[in-house]
């Protein structure tokens, strides 16, 4: 199939080009972040990739739509960012990559709590600068600790299994219990007692609308006063602002941060040279408690390979006609996706 592969990154060409010979699809590759300004170069094909900070909404699917373009083929999990409701109207299919490597995902959030809670970034950096003082660098073991796994699908079970091997009790809310985690010591609660009794909290939750700002100024109040708070999911599940006020009065005691609710713009790009637009993220920015990485999580090979492999898999599929076993399709619950 021909498909116009936007967002495309140099770190996964290498991929498609190895893995695309067997698949044989006519993959061409852009590196703009797909948008109504430039939906119309999708003119002519078929299908469409896409990355998770692509705009996928109602003006842009009736562009491409208007173009000739059938399927989004998405090269993330997550599937915020496209307006099912439109697509379905239009009669546009769309795949996601359901499942790769959720190792990659929980281990950064890990990478991310182990920076934080041993100040390694301001370490390194006073170690070049011959200052060897070990003044303000006091962590926490993390050994005995209570970790909160707020959504136990495939990255928050990886997280809650890194977590037990810590040492650290592992508390899951999640809409659905299962047992593999029981099984490890896990034990799932409400979000209220996840708050309360959490040093340690982990988001792993699809954005939709109930789980946006799951965690406000109401949920903040209720953690412990000093929690480290981690979010790989997505940047709209935090009310940033909220964990602002929190950082400036304590409440939060750090924070690592994969995700931002305004990242599409910003994220994935080279801005060294520009003044940066955004006061929030520039206010988040100055905290020596705050670690912010840009959409990085998935970035392992492992991780790549299996995305490449599926998005190659699904187009396959969605060019076949037939049934497409990792489509995005409309539900009650999706249909409220903000
Ligand atoms: N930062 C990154 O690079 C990156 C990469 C991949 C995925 N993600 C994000 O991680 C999310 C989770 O991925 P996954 O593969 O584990 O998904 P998954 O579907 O396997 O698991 C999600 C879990 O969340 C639960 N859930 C959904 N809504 C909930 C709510 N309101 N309250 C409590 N639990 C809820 C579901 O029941 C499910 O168990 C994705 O949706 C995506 O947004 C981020």
Redesign the pocket.
């Known amino acids: 199939m021909k498909a116009l592969v936007f967002s495309a990154h140099k770190f996964e060409r290498p991929f498609f080009d190895k893995l695309n010979g067997a698949a044989g699809h006519e993959l061409h590759f852009v590196e703009e972040r797909l948008t109504a300004r430039n939906a119309a170069s999708a003119h002519g094909f078929p299908a469409i990739c896409a990355f998770?900070q692509d705009c996928l909404d109602r003006p842009v699917l009736s562009i491409l739509r208007n173009g000739g373009t059938r399927f989004v083929a998405l090269r993330?999990?997550?599937f915020?960012h496209v307006d099912l409701a439109a697509a379905s109207e239009l009669g546009i299919r769309a795949a996601r990559v359901?499942?790769y490597s959720?190792y990659?995902?929980a281990e950064?959030a890990v990478a991310l709590i182990l920076a934080l809670d041993r100040k390694l970034y301001r370490a390194v950096t006073r170690v070049r600068e011959l200052n060897f003082s070990l003044d303000g660098l006091v962590g926490f073991d993390l050994h005995g600790r209570t970790v909160g796994v707020?959504?136990?699908?495939?990255?928050?079970?990886a997280f809650a299994r890194i977590m037990t091997g810590f040492g650290c009790k592992v508390l899951v809310?999640?809409?659905?219990e299962g047992n593999a985690l029981k099984t490890l010591g896990a034990r799932y609660t409400s979000?209220d007692e996840l708050f309360r009794l959490s040093d340690v909290i982990s988001l792993?939750?699809?954005?939709?609308a109930?789980?946006r700002h799951?965690v406000d100024a109401a949920a903040i109040e209720k953690m412990k006063t000093g929690v480290l708070l981690v979010n790989?999911?997505?940047g709209a599940l935090i009310d940033t602002k909220a964990l602002i006020d929190a950082l400036k009065s304590g409440k939060v005691g750090a924070a690592g941060l994969?995700?931002y609710e305004e990242e599409e713009n910003i994220f994935s790009r080279d801005l060294s040279s520009s003044v940066l637009q955004d006061d929030v993220l520039a206010r988040l920015m100055t905290f020596p408690n705050v670690m912010i990485t840009a959409?990085?999580?998935?970035?392992t090979e492992e991780a790549l390979r299996g995305i490449v492999e599926t998005t190659l898999l699904n187009l396959t599929e969605l060019e076949a006609g037939g049934s497409v076993q990792n489509e995005v399709k409309l539900s009650k619950e999706m249909g409220k996706l903000t």
């Open positions: 998770a993330s999990a997550g915020n359901p499942a959720p990659a995902v950064h707020i959504g136990a699908g495939r990255i928050g079970s809310h999640d809409l659905t979000l792993h939750v699809p954005l939709t109930s789980s799951l790989t999911g997505r994969d995700v959409h990085q999580a998935f970035l």
